[in-house]
């Protein structure tokens, strides 16, 4: 087996295993995206459709790995790319089915809305802390600065999944500081997104939870920017930056594990007539811009809100002007 | 922390709701001058209700003299000037309000004697303004 199956493989288990897991980290208010009474998972219809599920997950794993085997030495991205597609398609396609099973157990929607009376929000000081990632390139870039000779005129811009070169770079201004430049980028982007999220949720501890999860995810996405723009002037494996993300996701998935079964963790009342496919919310009633997603742990936005729809809308103008620039 | 609570299916219109629940805070102290009430974008946000609900809302509070109005800033809590004796004729709809609430209370079976415990109890929660 060479180095470029053995990744696949890995990515494929470690996909499929997200993919097994996902009802047991979304709040215990919702089963497949429904809401259901508390006591539902436990019973046989609960068990069953767990188990259909389950079983759909394994054969797209099982799936997965069989396309590995008669790609044998593929490596290029677009092939690890479907392959380790192929268990989310069948897996999602399992769950929407026992969405709609589901779906015939539904609890009404509470509908007693309770508020805190207090005044609104000032924006917590810990959220200085989603400032790091936007100066931490910034030295990094400082380090580059004073290490420029040392940096070759030639280096690897990009990797297959064996972890060979597979594109490489000229030493330039623009291909040296690049990816410092998306990583400030890409953690201002995601600290107004965590931003927009604090103002523009409902109150609750759910909140805190999915701010720190946000906040996380920008520092280790930071990491990774900041490894890949040392690769350079210092030579590491380049499957090394795959770590921090494999790594973050099995810390959040332990840690999203334990929040959902706090009993004092309230979920988002949101109708379930305003969800389709359990995935997209619109429900232009509901002032809030980001509501508490159904499948995981986190937010999404209200595409009924007009807010929402423009916050959207100037974070994926941000986003195209960034790859714009990085051209 | 003091707490709103409405029902988004009740007969009585979500304003209505928010007006009663805050005013009864008011007249029991819970709520003194001072006090700082969350904008109308917010806690429409947080009981899942139109802006104008709650804008509604603040401006009937605001016209009784509990609250004074800050644009976008939310509503504070400010004292209110002793209101005046009611008339006669508002006397006459509240006799006729509470006589209302009393017959659905006795229709319910609820007896003479609780209803007048009730009453009692609520009235003295209500009497420290």
Known sequence: ?327 | MVKLRIDLQSQVPAYRQIVDAIRVLLVDSTLSPGAELPSVRRLAMELGVHFNTVGEAYRELAAEGWLDLRHGRGAKVIRRAVPQRSSPERLQEFRVQLRNLIAQMRSSGVPVGRIVTELKSVLEGLSHE
């Open chain 1, 1 to 327: 087996m060479n180095s470029a199956m053995a990744f696949l493989l890995m990515m494929i288990g470690f996909v499929g295993g997200l993919m097994a897991l996902l009802p047991f980290i979304t709040p215990l208010r919702y089963y497949f995206a429904v809401t259901v009474s508390p006591g539902f998972r436990n019973t046989l219809e609960g068990h069953a459709s767990m188990r259909r599920y389950e079983t759909w997950v394994a054969i797209g794993v099982a799936a997965a790995v069989a396309l590995s085997f008669l790609l044998d030495g593929r490596s290029e991205d677009a092939v690890t790319f479907l392959v380790v597609l192929v268990p989310v398609v069948v897996s999602f396609s399992s769950f929407f089915h026992e969405r709609r099973v589901v779906s015939r157990f539904a609890q009404p929607t509470d509908t007693i809305r309770e508020a805190d009376l207090s005044a609104d929000d000032r924006t917590p000081r810990w959220f200085a802390l989603a400032l790091v990632p936007i100066a931490l390139p910034l030295g990094v870039a400082a380090y580059l600065r004073a290490h420029w000779a040392e940096i070759p005129l030639r280096f690897p811009a990009h990797f297959n999944a064996a972890g060979e070169a597979d594109r490489w770079a000229e030493k330039s201004v623009r291909t040296v500081y690049g990816p410092l430049l998306v990583c400030a980028g890409m953690s201002l982007i995601g600290l107004l997104i965590t931003l927009a999220m604090y103002h523009g949720a409902r109150r609750g501890p759910q909140r805190t939870a999915i701010i720190k999860i946000a906040v996380a995810a920008v520092y280790m996405m930071a990491f990774v920017f900041v490894a890949t723009a040392l690769l350079p002037l210092i030579q590491f494996p380049p499957q090394l930056l795959m770590v921090p993300p494999v790594l973050f996701a099995l810390l959040m998935v332990a840690w999203v594990y334990r929040l959902v079964r706090d009993p004092n963790m309230p979920a988002d009342a949101t109708p379930d007539a305003s969800w389709h496919l359990g995935v997209v919310y619109y429900n232009p009633q509901d002032p809030a811009v980001f509501v508490q997603r159904r499948i995981g742990f986190g937010y999404t936005v209200n595409f009924g809100n007009r807010l929402a729809m423009f916050l959207m809308g100037g974070f994926i103008a941000m986003v195209i002007a960034m790859m714009f620039v990085m051209r």
